[in-house]
């Protein structure tokens, strides 16, 4: 149940209405005869509300006039560059940027000063020890009360991890772009160790290929700083047997070693290089394929205590990378070996011959069918060119066709004539084309097949024709109308001359006469006494 309230009495309504509004004119005097005490006393509160910020959150903090000089620093910059407040002022502040850096630095703040616009640049900062802190810098412009630009406030951010993590994570696409494109494990190795000096820093490293069951170690690379620069270092021995480390990082896995004059870990360690100085921080790592440990990365640092934890996963980050492409690199190289033996049974066993010659002439590769149908031996091949193969009368042509072969054409159709050992003419037809390696001829490849016999039984051929024809055209020769005379039977020649039947035939035949007498001619003019067709 409700109840409806009486409406308002007006006359006690406005007078509650003019009483409040001289509440407030009253409290209002009060507040302004106050005024100067009151601003002075927010100042004072927000100044120590902006030191006790300064002095709490996690960045360093400055103040700049508007020439750009330093007139405030906070305690976080004091504790992370080893500066005094006193030695930050002015252009002091300097001091803590990276000297690469500094310039530039220096330059964007005097470009940013006219315009009064907020500032935002990255820079290394030196830390009281030395190392370098990737600072980000942002500052808003300040201005008084007449709204006159009087300077900068800003803070600069530890932005190390997160730029140490890109610059982790481009190295890392970098080096597994690089290490696809790698063939052999030293290539695969120069780009890891470059990669991990970047990274991690070293002043020397290799790589060895281990293996425990063998007893078996091979060095792939090994680097070791000389006069300021990184040299390549020749191993003792090819083949070793794996360190006392190489068997700790087996059972193990990673290890960070940082000498001591306590900790040396000398015994486990093997020299190398520049034997007269040892490094103090070690880092050693496992690389692995899918199976198993197949090799150890180290990289070494004459500094003490150059390394840490994070440092031992960023280098274990590298050898599982380099470990894959081991292993791709192994599998081709046994896919390589396979085919090749393939391809060799093949070339070996084809009575083709085939031959690989070097852009100077040099015979490179023959196979068994080639020594075959020549003659020559294996130990002829050192001293002989392939021109000297050659015949003379086919010698310029062949090396025409040759020019033409290592510039990139194929010859499909070629038939020349070479010279055997013991100086006979062998015919051979084939082609011949080129191998290139980053643009540049390295050899040339052909196939000819032995076609002698073939062009000999041409030739007999092609002989045999010749006679035919001559044959054709002697009998064309005594074919049609022949002009005789009825009474003593003399044949009239193309000349006009005429001659006996016996002569005419003999001249345009191989026709040969043998005389003797039918037996009409027999009974009628010897009377039957000579006998007829005499021997």
Same mark, same amino acid.
Not at 102 to 123: D, Y
């Given at each position: 149940?409700?109840?409806?309230?009486?409406?308002?009495?007006?006359?006690?309504?406005?007078?509650?209405?003019?009483?409040?509004?001289?509440?407030?004119?009253?409290?209002?005097?009060?507040?302004?005869?106050?005024?100067?005490?009151?601003?002075? #006393?927010?100042?004072?509160?927000?100044?120590?509300?902006?030191?006790?910020?300064?002095?709490?959150?996690?960045?360093?903090?400055?103040?700049?006039?508007?020439? =750009?000089?330093?007139?405030?620093?906070?305690?976080?910059?004091?504790?992370?560059?080893?500066?005094?407040?006193?030695?930050?002022?002015?252009?002091?502040?300097?001091?803590?940027?990276?000297?690469?850096?500094?310039?530039?630095?220096?330059?964007?703040?005097?470009?940013?000063?006219?315009?009064?616009?907020?500032?935002?640049?990255?820079?290394?900062?030196?830390?009281?020890?030395?190392?370098?802190?990737?600072?980000?810098?942002?500052?808003?412009?300040?201005?008084?009360?007449?709204?006159?630009?009087?300077?900068?406030?800003?803070?600069?951010?530890?932005?190390?991890?997160?730029?140490?993590?890109?610059?982790?994570?481009?190295?890392?696409?970098?080096?597994?772009?690089?290490?696809?494109?790698?063939?052999?494990?030293?290539?695969?190795?120069?780009?890891?160790?470059?990669?991990?000096?970047?990274?991690?820093?070293?002043?020397?490293?290799?790589?060895?290929? $281990?293996?425990?069951?063998?007893?078996?170690?091979?060095?792939?690379?090994?680097?070791?700083?000389?006069?300021?620069?990184?040299?390549?270092? *020749?191993?003792?021995?090819?083949?070793?047997?794996?360190?006392?480390?190489?068997?700790?990082?087996?059972?193990?896995?990673? *290890?960070?070693?940082?000498?001591?004059?306590?900790?040396?870990?000398?015994?486990?360690?093997?020299?190398?290089?520049?034997?007269?100085?040892?490094?103090?921080?070690?880092?050693?790592?496992?690389?692995?394929?899918?199976?198993?440990?197949?090799?150890?990365?180290?990289?070494?640092?004459?500094?003490?205590?150059?390394?840490?934890?994070?440092?031992?996963?960023?280098?274990?980050?590298?050898?599982?990378?380099?470990?894959?492409?081991?292993?791709?690199?192994?599998?081709?190289?046994?896919?390589? *070996?396979?085919?090749? $033996?393939? %391809?060799?049974? %093949?070339?070996?066993?084809?009575?083709?011959?085939?031959?690989?010659?070097?852009?100077? =002439?040099?015979?490179?590769?023959?196979?068994?069918?080639?020594?075959?149908?020549? =003659?020559?031996?294996?130990?002829?091949?050192? #001293?002989?060119?392939? %021109?000297?193969?050659?015949?003379?009368?086919?010698?310029?042509?062949?090396?025409?066709?040759?020019?033409?072969?290592?510039?990139? $054409?194929?010859?499909?159709?070629?038939?020349?004539?070479?010279?055997?050992?013991?100086?006979?003419?062998?015919?051979?037809?084939?082609?011949?084309?080129?191998?290139?390696?980053?643009?540049?001829?390295?050899?040339?490849?052909?196939?000819?097949?032995?076609?002698?016999?073939?062009?000999?039984?041409? *030739?007999?051929?092609?002989?045999?024709?010749?006679?035919?024809?001559?044959?054709?055209?002697?009998?064309?020769?005594?074919?049609?109308?022949?002009?005789?005379?009825?009474?003593?039977?003399?044949?009239?020649?193309?000349? =006009?001359?005429?001659?006996?039947?016996?002569?005419?035939? #003999?001249?345009?035949?191989?026709?040969?006469?043998?005389?003797?007498?039918?037996?009409?001619?027999?009974?009628?003019?010897?009377?039957?006494?000579?006998?007829?067709?005499?021997?």
């Amino acid at each position: 149940m409700t109840a409806s309230l009486p409406p308002p009495d007006p006359v006690d309504f406005a007078s509650r209405l003019a009483e409040a509004e001289e509440q407030v004119r009253l409290l209002s005097a009060r507040l302004g005869r106050d005024e100067p005490g009151r601003r002075d #006393r927010e100042h004072t509160a927000h100044h120590r509300r902006n030191e006790v910020l300064a002095a709490v959150v996690p960045v360093l903090m400055f103040q700049t006039d508007n020439t =750009g000089r330093c007139t405030y620093v906070n305690d976080r910059w004091c504790q992370s560059t080893g500066l005094t407040v006193a030695g930050s002022l002015g252009e002091g502040w300097l001091d803590a940027v990276h000297a690469d850096d500094r310039a530039r630095i220096r330059s964007e703040l005097e470009h940013a000063l006219p315009t009064a616009l907020p500032w935002r640049a990255e820079a290394r900062l030196l830390r009281p020890d030395r190392s370098v802190m990737q600072g980000l810098s942002q500052a808003v412009p300040d201005f008084d009360e007449d709204k006159n630009f009087t300077g900068y406030i800003g803070t600069v951010t530890d932005i190390t991890e997160s730029h140490r993590a890109v610059e982790i994570s481009e190295a890392f696409a970098e080096l597994g772009s690089r290490l696809n494109e790698a063939t052999t494990p030293r290539a695969a190795a120069e780009i890891t160790l470059e990669i991990a000096g970047r990274l991690v820093g070293l002043d020397s490293g290799f790589l060895n290929l $281990e293996s425990l069951d063998r007893n078996q170690a091979i060095p792939v690379l090994i680097l070791d700083r000389v006069d300021g620069k990184l040299a390549e270092i *020749q191993p003792d021995q090819v083949f070793g047997a794996p360190t006392p480390m190489a068997r700790r990082v087996a059972i193990e896995g990673a *290890q960070l070693i940082l000498r001591t004059p306590l900790n040396d870990a000398g015994q486990e360690l093997i020299l190398f290089g520049d034997t007269n100085r040892r490094s103090a921080s070690l880092l050693f790592v496992p690389v692995r394929t899918r199976r198993r440990m197949v090799g150890v990365l180290s990289v070494q640092s004459y500094t003490p205590q150059a390394y840490g934890r994070k440092d031992l996963e960023t280098m274990q980050g590298l050898a599982d990378h380099v470990g894959g492409a081991l292993e791709r690199i192994e599998a081709t190289e046994a896919l390589r *070996q396979s085919q090749e $033996e393939r %391809f060799r049974d %093949f070339v070996e066993n084809t009575t083709d011959l085939v031959q690989s010659v070097a852009p100077d =002439g040099r015979l490179q590769f023959v196979n068994r069918a080639w020594l075959d149908a020549l =003659g020559y031996r294996v130990e002829d091949l050192p #001293r002989l060119g392939f %021109f000297d193969i050659v015949h003379p009368d086919c010698r310029a042509d062949c090396v025409a066709l040759f020019d033409r072969v290592l510039r990139g $054409e194929t010859m499909g159709h070629i038939r020349t004539t070479f010279v055997s050992r013991d100086g006979r003419r062998v015919q051979v037809e084939g082609n011949a084309s080129c191998r290139f390696e980053d643009g540049k001829p390295v050899a040339t490849r052909a196939i000819f097949r032995d076609i002698t016999e073939s062009h000999q039984a041409e *030739q007999e051929r092609e002989r045999l024709i010749l006679e035919l024809q001559e044959a054709l055209a002697q009998v064309k020769a005594l074919s049609g109308l022949l002009p005789m005379c009825a009474w003593c039977r003399k044949i009239r020649d193309d000349e =006009g001359y005429w001659e006996n039947v016996e002569g005419y035939v #003999r001249r345009h035949s191989e026709v040969k006469f043998t005389h003797g007498m039918c037996p009409e001619c027999s009974q009628k003019f010897a009377g039957g006494v000579l006998p007829p067709n005499p021997p």
